[in-house]
């Protein structure tokens, strides 16, 4: 029997390539993003490519209840989701004090709170199968404090904290969940985040969300819990752990600007 993957954010960057992987391993897949053209055009080259049998559901996740929409939508079509990819998610650069609020919240209701409540949603019906993956989107921003991008970098810290946590509660139970968190990475998110100006897309080598979404699924295979992309990235996390905060949070400030 084919499984199933859930991805959100699925119509373009990391979350297209996900839906390539996945369905070239055999998996059915539902598809999660606002654009609904460009997802059933996904769903056509997928699904003639693929064989896989390809579910669309069209949802802006910044919006109240959306978690529990997409929730319906799967018991609705009586689909079992063996795994959720919780791609969805975007920035911001800038001085927080002169930003948009409205998008900084919608930042938080994404990236936070809309993983969280998928989470809890599809978790439990994994523990009851006694098997699942479940792959939280978050970034090597997780590790550290990041000036000119405040909110987002709050969320991922959030993000890894919680995928850690929950990842501890699973033990024994057959479910994975997994921390993905790349460096940056050309996915379209740093011109939707304005980040064109920002020296951590400019001074540092970028990944293509082809590479990162390959490493995240054999990461997950292993059941790795955090998953930090490049050898690269992985000097910046162990940095951000030894040395102080104070040097941290400015050398991030420097990096971005």
């Known amino acids: ?3 199933t993957a859930l991805i959100t954010g699925a119509s373009s960057g990391l979350g297209l390539e996900f839906a390539k992987i996945y369905a070239k391993q055999g998996y059915h897949l ?26 669309v559901f069209a ?27 919780n791609n969805a998610g975007f920035g911001d650069f800038g001085t927080f004090a002169h930003s948009d609020l409205q998008k900084q919240t919608d930042m938080v209701h994404v990236n936070v709170l809309t993983l969280m409540q998928l989470c809890h949603l599809f978790l439990k019906p994994m523990i009851q199968r006694g098997n699942g993956n479940i792959i939280n989107m978050c970034s090597i921003a997780g590790f550290q404090p990041g000036a000119m991008m405040s909110t987002y970098y709050a ?21 994975s969940v997994m921390a993905l ?6 996915t379209g998110f740093e011109e939707k985040a304005d980040l064109g ?20 699924y054999k990461k997950m295979k292993k059941k ?10 992985k000097i910046i996390v162990f940095g951000s752990k030894i040395l102080p905060r104070k040097v941290v949070r400015n050398l991030v400030y420097k990096i971005q600007n």
């Not at 109240?64 to 795994?83: C, K, N």
């Not at 968190?181 to 050309?186: A, I, L, S, V």
């Not at 100006?197 to 995240?216: C, R, Y």
Request: charged share 25%; aromatic share 8%; with cysteine.
């Open 155 to 175: 969320t991922k810290a959030f993000v890894l904290s919680f995928s850690e946590a929950i990842s501890v509660e699973l033990k024994g139970t057959g479910v």
């Open 30 to 55: 539902v598809l999660v993003a606002r654009n609904e053209g460009k997802l059933y055009s996904l769903k056509s080259e997928l699904e003639k490519k693929y064989q896989a049998t390809v579910h």
């Open 224 to 233: 790795k819990v955090v998953a930090v992309h490049g050898i690269n990235n």
């Open 197 to 216: 100006m920002s020296g951590l897309f400019k001074n540092i080598k970028n990944s293509t969300a082809k590479e990162v979404a390959e490493f995240g």
């Open 181 to 186: 968190c790349p460096g940056p990475t050309k």
């Open 59 to 85: 949802k802006d996740l910044s919006l109240d209840d959306s978690p529990f929409d997409v929730f319906d939508y799967v018991l609705e079509h009586h689909i079992v989701i063996d795994t959720l990819i």
């Open 1 to 3: 029997m084919k499984k």
